[in-house]
């Protein structure tokens, strides 16, 4: 091959611009026959042109798609670990601020001594001692609840309306002169054994027979009949009108239980109709020790006693009674 015959700089190029020109239009053209073309070969190393085209295009072409792979890499890289510190960080910083302003809102709530979280923790303590002192009486009493109000004056003078009755299961602190399972002494039985509570002999109970849809009743065991007893003669006149059996309701008994009277009532409750003999599956409790006014708080939230009214009936009973004949004296001049 003599000088003229061999390929120059220029010509290398002028093959190389021409085998890509050929490529890319190849690619744009999307044709997929299957058939290589010269430019194909000549791209991919085939035996188009021969070896030393297939090595030239190599050459020329692996070093710009490795070193462009290596640079996005490393791109990527470094995106995802610039990136990481700002994910991590932001979350960590939010809670740590979160934590601190929970921190602050427990402190103020535990220490402030005005403003709406100092009522809310009173409050809510106040609550707590209430729940504790009656889960205390509940362990105590072995009812809920462990304490009634009164609500009528049947039972005066000995228990007032606003009066709050510790009360216990029937059976439970049972004196030994209560012979029955129950708990209950009766007043004749009562005067026997010198037994009395609430200012008379006898235990106060608080009883509701079938069918009351009202509050259920607090008054005094009197005595116990059985059924078909004829109870007229062991009752005392004073409490009913009847000239005798046939004419006292609840006479003869229509089954075992006990006749009960309010302290101020005027006739026994079975002589009135109130409620048949009181059997002992009736009796919810027995009476044990009062507070006087604290019923007043349930009274009014029920709205069975206006606060007015609660608050006459608590200041007049304070005030000492005014002797009949004893008028009020004016200063001298």
């Not at 003599?2 to 690619?27: I, K, L, Q, V, Y």
């Not at 003999?277 to 349930?298: H, Q």
Request: proline share 7%; with cysteine; charged share 25%.
């Amino acid at each position: 091959m003599d000088e003229g015959d061999r390929p120059t700089d220029t010509d290398w190029s002028a093959g190389r611009d021409e085998r890509t020109e050929d490529h890319s239009g190849a690619t744009s053209d999307g044709s997929d026959d299957g058939v290589p073309d010269e430019s194909d070969r000549a791209v991919s190393g085939g035996s188009g042109d021969g070896p030393e085209t297939g090595r030239e295009v190599d050459l020329g072409d692996e070093p710009e798609s490795s070193g462009g792979a290596v640079v996005s890499g490393e791109s990527d890289i470094g995106s995802e670990a610039q990136g990481a510190p700002e994910s991590v960080g932001g979350p960590a910083f939010e809670t740590e601020e979160t934590t601190t302003a929970d921190e602050s809102l427990l402190h103020r709530f535990r220490h402030d001594r005005e403003g709406a979280l100092m009522w809310i923790r009173e409050m809510l303590a106040s609550v707590g001692v209430v729940l504790l002192i009656g889960l205390l009486l509940f362990g105590v009493s072995g009812v809920w609840p462990p304490m009634v109000a009164v609500e009528s004056g049947s039972m005066e003078p000995n228990m007032r309306v606003g009066d709050l009755v510790f009360v216990t299961e029937p059976g439970r602190l049972a004196p030994d002169a209560a012979e029955n399972g129950v708990g209950v002494v009766t007043y004749q039985v009562g005067q026997e054994v010198d037994y009395r509570t609430f200012g008379s002999y006898g235990s106060v109970m608080i009883y509701a027979p079938p069918g009351r849809t009202g509050s259920p009743i607090i008054h005094r065991a009197m005595f116990h009949v059985t059924e078909g007893e004829n109870w007229y003669d062991r009752a005392d006149e004073r409490y009913h009108d009847a000239i005798g059996c046939g004419s006292l309701a609840n006479c003869p008994a229509p089954h075992d239980g006990y006749i009960t009277l309010g302290d101020n009532n005027g006739a026994y409750d079975q002589a009135s109709g109130l409620s048949p003999p009181v059997k002992a599956e009736w009796i919810k409790g027995v009476a044990r020790l009062r507070v006087p006014y604290l019923g007043y708080i349930r009274l009014i939230a029920t709205g069975q006693v206006e606060l007015n009214e609660a608050i006459t009936r608590t200041v007049g009973s304070a005030l000492p009674a005014v002797r009949p004949g004893l008028t009020a004296s004016s200063p001298a001049a």
